[in-house]
């Protein structure tokens, strides 16, 4: 049986910050990593996906735990009910009592910048002039640091553990197991919810369309995150060019472990689209975007026979 889904994908932002790290002065400063040449590469975190993926399950009709969590002082405690709460059931949680926990059958990577951060700022203003005083008054100003960049990220899915509830995860004699729909229904609102994806910080003027340019998705024998270092992309006139060796090394590497591969590419994002359907063609369907989660939602769907109910 299949043990896990993963999933590559390539985002595309265009000037903003998505996910802010500290504030120095009045410059909201963007989160970085620092390469080995002393470089820097913007990044959001894994924290921030997961966020947004949980915003976008609450779009797509599915009740999040939060609001029914119990909060004292700086302590949370989950409902712990995840049978009923997809978020619980996808991305864990800790009683922190410590008798119930989950650790998250959804694992996401953060999501890198492919290209250095080049140190642009956006200014803004906020005139006192506008509240009724006279222009002498002033008013602030501050910056944020923002990039256009190409984003990748990972995703790895235990799909053996989707709907599966252990004794220690629930604090019950027995586990239990959802129905094998509410199973599937629940992976697939997880492939919807990443290509509708979308948020973070700053969106009132800086709105940034996260849903993949680009994505490759796979159904393993085993657990691993095949994608996480496969994509290298360059920029050349206007546009960008992913680099096919990286990403038919992964594939041929666990070609043995892959059971179902899917590639979705959208039009016109990279100058070599001919060359990535022509050298991708041959480990899987290369399709547009929507219509390869369309298609790896109907490969999800096969996964548990009834039995296993």
């Not at 903003?16 to 963007?30: D, F, K, L, Q, Y």
């Not at 939060?66 to 004292?72: C, I, K």
């Not at 229904?185 to 009132?204: F, H, I, P, S, V």
Request: hydrophobic content about 40%; glycine content about 8%.
């Amino acid at each position: 049986m299949s043990k896990a889904i993963t999933i590559g994908y390539l985002a595309k932002v265009s000037a903003a910050n998505v996910n802010a790290s500290h504030t120095e002065g009045n410059v909201v400063v963007a989160k970085k990593v620092t390469l080995p040449d002393g470089s820097t590469i913007p990044y959001i975190s894994g924290q921030a996906v997961r966020r947004m993926l949980r915003d976008r399950l609450e779009d797509l009709g599915y009740s999040l735990s939060e609001p029914f969590a119990l909060v004292s002082g700086q302590e949370v405690t989950p409902p712990v009910r995840p049978w009923e709460f997809i978020d619980e059931d996808l991305f864990g949680y800790l009683d922190p009592s410590g008798g119930r926990r989950r650790t998250s059958p959804v694992r996401v990577s953060a999501a890198v910048g492919l290209f250095p951060f080049q140190g642009d700022r956006d200014l803004g203003t906020r005139s006192f002039e506008r509240f009724g005083q006279a222009m002498a008054a002033g008013g602030n100003m501050f910056e944020t640091e923002l990039y256009a960049n190409l984003f990748k990220g990972a995703m790895l899915v235990e799909v053996d553990r989707v709907g599966v509830f252990k004794p220690l995860e629930i604090g019950e004699k027995e586990e239990k197991i959802l129905a094998v729909d509410e199973r599937k229904k629940r992976l697939q609102t997880l492939l919807e919810a990443l290509n509708l994806l979308w948020g973070g910080g700053r969106t009132a003027r800086m709105l940034a369309d996260l849903s993949p340019r680009f994505v490759a998705y796979a159904r393993l024998k085993v657990k691993h995150p095949v994608f996480l270092e496969a994509f290298v992309a360059h920029y050349e006139d206007n546009k960008y060019r992913l680099e096919l060796e990286p990403l038919k090394n992964a594939l041929n590497k666990f070609a043995n472990y892959c059971e179902r591969t899917l590639f979705g590419l959208e039009p016109g994002v990279f100058s070599n689209e001919d060359e990535i359907r022509e050298a991708l063609k041959g480990y899987g369907e290369v399709l547009t975007v929507h219509e390869a989660i369309a298609r790896a939602k109907g490969d999800v769907a096969g996964l548990w026979k009834e039995s296993s109910e």
